[in-house]
């Protein structure tokens, strides 16, 4: 089991940068992924960036180049360093963790954290 805690969001204007954490309750040395999902309004959760326990990164095609996500598991820390901030980024931000233990699928859930852009 993980506690996921996700803070950083806040209200951003239009090409301005944010930096996201992600402090997990435990050693995330052998946490297979990690990532960032964000939900906005009336939408469905998607997928933002995910990190492997390899350091290999994914993102979404409307993020790319703009967002980074990196990990540290010596501070047992996931960031997703935000820029070039749009309007349609507007969303809460949920930090993920999941890996197999043993057939089983763990996946967990930070409590969220709001990303406004607009000026």
């Known amino acids: 089991q993980v506690q996921l805690a996700d803070s950083g969001g806040g209200l951003v204007q239009p090409g301005g940068s944010l930096r996201l954490s992600c402090v997990a309750s435990?050693?995330?040395?052998?946490?297979?992924?990690m990532g960032w999902y964000r939900q906005a309004p009336g939408k469905q959760r998607e997928l933002v960036a995910i990190i492997t326990s390899s350091s290999t990164t994914n993102y979404a095609d409307s993020v790319k180049g703009r967002f980074t996500i990196s990990r540290d598991n010596a501070k047992n820390t996931v960031y997703l360093q935000m820029n070039g901030l749009k309007p349609e980024d507007t969303a809460v931000y949920y930090c993920?963790?999941?890996?197999?233990?043993?057939?089983?699928?763990?996946?967990?859930w930070g409590q969220g954290t709001q990303v406004t852009v607009s000026s």
């Open positions: 993920n963790a999941r890996w197999m233990d043993g057939a089983t699928l763990r996946n967990y």
């Open positions: 435990r050693s995330t040395f052998s946490i297979n992924a």
